[in-house]
């Protein structure tokens, strides 16, 4: 029985985070601090902050929307990219640690008094995957009893995560978010393109279309 990617994701983050809640220095040893990747060249940073949290609530809600998600677009990944469906799906989770802070680097790189942490743009990037994949099913808020297809949704969170970051009202880094389900999007047609044969954009249309007609 293969080891779930996704289960070991949330291991790791997990161990890492709880040893940060008591830990000062492990915090300010991983978290993203711009002036540090651009005056220090510590680029280390864009992939550890995503293996810390800020609290117990931070980390249970992260961990629990990659669960939810990450092990179907994991087995996903192994349909349509075989033996490599593993290798794949845990380089689009490191890279999108990455690749969603890179406007928050260029916006605040000489900000001392920026800080962020999380896995929430990685997240971001495999629940976008999901929707890809899945655009009919539907998906709600916790705690809230209203379910909607996915795409429309998703569609919602970007709309919801790009007024929130114009505002700035709190300290949540919502670029991150929008800049994480983006590039998820991008990263699952451009590998299905190059390593599979599956049509992934085209079905996600193919579904919408049929989901219009049926009205």
Known sequence: MELSITLIIIVVTTLVSISGFSSHKIIDDLIFYPPAVS????WWRFLTCGFIHADWGHLIFNMYALYIFGISVEKAFMGIFGQNGGLIYLLLYIS????CLLPTYRKHKNNYYYRSLGASGAVSAVIFCFILLDPLQKLGLIFIPIMIPGFIFGALYLV???LLDRRSLDN??????IWG???????LI????FFSGYPVLENFIGQIQGWLRSF
């Open 190 to 193: 451009v590998a299905s393109r």
């Open 172 to 177: 949540i880094n919502h670029s991150a978010h």
């Open 96 to 99: 999108a640690l990455i690749v």
């Open 39 to 42: 005056q220090q060249k510590q």
């Open 181 to 187: 389900a983006l590039y998820g999007v991008l990263f």
């Open 160 to 162: 919801a995560s790009s």
